[in-house]
């Protein structure tokens, strides 16, 4: 399974940026995707997270301002972020939780991160 993330760069503060990240590969089911962000000298946290379902859950300092979606047929997610601060300056990680195949374990894949940075 390969994650591809994209949309990264930088952005002044209020400024808008929207990320993707596609799924490739043996993917029998989806759990959830998700985004995590991992600032300089911090611990990655979880961001926004969207079931199969379409159920979704954000964190407090994104709240109102981020948008998480998902494309089913194309296996890709996305985030739209708006009204962005210098806080939200990060490596933004995108997550799948999924079964590779019927047999497999339910696990986590990574992608690679793309950096989001919002000057004041």
């Known amino acids: 399974v390969q994650l591809q993330a994209s949309g990264g760069g930088l952005v002044q503060a209020g400024g808008s940026l929207r990320l993707s990240c596609a799924a490739s590969?043996?993917?029998?089911?989806?759990?959830?995707m998700a985004w995590y962000r991992q600032a300089p000298g911090k611990q990655r946290e979880l961001v926004a997270r969207i079931t199969s379902g379409g159920r979704t859950n954000y964190a407090d300092p994104v709240k109102g301002r981020f948008t998480i979606s998902r494309d089913s047929a194309k296996n890709t997610v996305y985030l739209e972020m708006s009204s962005l601060k210098p806080e939200d300056t990060a490596l933004y990680y995108c997550?799948?939780?999924?079964?590779?195949?019927?047999?497999?374990?339910?696990?986590?894949?990574w992608g690679q991160g793309t950096k989001v940075t919002v000057s004041s």
């Open positions: 590969g043996s993917i029998f089911s989806i759990y959830a």
């Open positions: 997550l799948l939780d999924s079964l590779a195949t019927p047999y497999d374990p339910r696990r986590d894949y």
